[in-house]
Nanobody, 122 residues
């Protein structure tokens, strides 16, 4: 059974930091792109960052470049999203997802986990 377990969300003040974790199981982790997506109330789900588990190449949305860092621990089948300098507009439910293809597209993801809520207060 495929599982993607996201954790690490919470309430933080603007300028603060959080680290999200996505623990994966049930598929060959090294063959997948793992991504973080977020959905704010009333908005569409958007891609935040993705990483290739095979070569470590990463993608970031323009809105988070320089503030967020994605990393992968293949021994633990876990992907992390370090979020620094958080802004109120980062408030959303964050989801992790996995794709056997390439890129960081919502439509290209094969598996989705349940989200974790990040709330940034001003």
């Amino acid at each position: 059974e495929v599982q993607l377990q996201a954790s690490g969300g919470g309430l933080v003040q603007a300028g603060g930091s959080l680290r999200l974790s996505c623990a994966a199981s049930g598929f060959t982790f090294d063959d997948y792109v793992i991504g973080w997506f977020r959905q704010a109330p009333g908005k569409e789900r958007e891609g935040v960052s993705c990483i290739s588990s095979s070569d470590g190449s990463a993608y970031y949305a323009d809105s988070v470049k320089g503030r967020f860092t994605i990393s992968s621990d293949n021994a633990k089948n876990t992907v992390y999203l370090q979020m620094n300098s958080l802004k109120p507009e980062d408030t959303a439910v964050y989801y992790c997802a996995a794709s056997s293809g390439y890129g960081c597209s919502y439509y290209g993801m094969d598996y989705w986990g349940k989200g974790t809520l990040v709330t940034v207060s001003s």
